[in-house]
């Protein structure tokens, strides 16, 4: 039996920063993955000055176009497939600023979920991973996401519902994604500050603890031994060069020191329909050959 997995993603970079090598991991392994952006991200910011001599990086030209290119060359570092759910990037309004009516958090569910349903039965996951009901953290679009995704597992194992887009699947595993936790944080801030007392790195993880102060340790009940294609998630990360500049001192710490501290991306098991013994070490731990489907 080929094991599927899929992966909802609010924007392309999301895919690389939440579970890239995980996605590495598994297709070294023989798993089909997939991954879908729900929208285009037209509406993120530079986050790269080094890009600004590039036409297409301004959002008067062709941002659009620009995220496209960027998902092409993660996706091929990855060696995963990709769809894209087609929606408008909903961007980040400041407090109090209205979302336009176009966007992807503005369409109702029963629209913007059928693409998802579509894609579900079309290529019959075993295991689909995206955000919490807080999306991960409070950007409207990540938001979406967990909603579009929950209304579309429902929809996609209900056989009375959008019968044209073929036959029901039930998925068995969902999970959220927990890759950015303070336990994670903490085990690599104190490795570095043992193993490279000197790492440049140590003062940005300094400015660091106040965004991680205060948050809870994040429920995983699930870590893939990923350590291995951390390099993978790199290049998939650097790829979307508009967003992530190559240095970043949030995504890019010494891999040597991860995998010694923290060799896993980690993930919380939401609703199995199979057996499985918790914590695991695999995605797909208690789906076996004996599944008839």
């Not at 969902?174 to 490795?191: N, T």
């Amino acid at each position: 039996m080929t094991l599927r997995l899929l992966a909802v993603h609010a924007h392309p970079d999301d895919e690389s920063s939440k579970g890239a090598a995980t996605y590495a991991y598994y297709r070294d392994r023989g798993v089909e993955v997939t991954v879908v952006s729900c929208t285009g991200g037209e509406r993120g910011d530079i986050q790269n000055l080094g890009l600004d001599a590039d036409a297409t990086a301004h959002a008067d030209r062709d941002m659009a176009g620009l995220r496209r290119v960027e998902m092409a060359r993660a996706q091929a570092f990855m060696g995963i497939d990709h769809r894209w759910l087609g929606y408008l990037d909903s961007g980040l309004p400041e407090n109090g600023e209205a979302l336009q009516p176009q966007s992807f958090a503005m369409t109702p569910l029963e629209i913007s979920g059928v693409p998802l349903v579509k894609v579900i039965r079309e290529l019959r996951p075993h295991v689909v991973v995206t955000y919490d009901e807080n999306g991960g953290y409070p950007h409207p679009d990540h938001i979406r996401t967990h909603e579009v995704t929950m209304w579309a597992l429902a929809a996609a194992a209900d056989p009375e519902q959008l019968p044209e887009w073929g036959a029901a699947w039930s998925v068995d595993k969902l999970y959220y994604d927990r890759i950015i936790s303070p336990q994670r944080f903490r085990a690599v801030y104190a490795a570095l500050q043992s193993g490279a007392p000197d790492h440049p790195l140590l003062a940005s993880f300094d400015e660091m603890t106040g965004w991680m102060a205060g948050r809870d340790d994040a429920n995983v009940t699930t870590q893939v031994p990923a350590g291995a294609f951390f390099g993978t998630r790199d290049n998939a990360l650097r790829a979307h060069a508009s967003q992530v500049p190559p240095d970043s001192p949030f995504f890019f710490w010494p891999n040597e020191i991860q995998q010694a501290a923290w060799p896993w991306e980690d993930f919380e098991l939401v609703r199995s329909s199979v057996d499985t013994t918790l914590p695991e070490t695999d995605l797909f731990a208690g789906i076996t050959d004996e599944d008839p489907r």
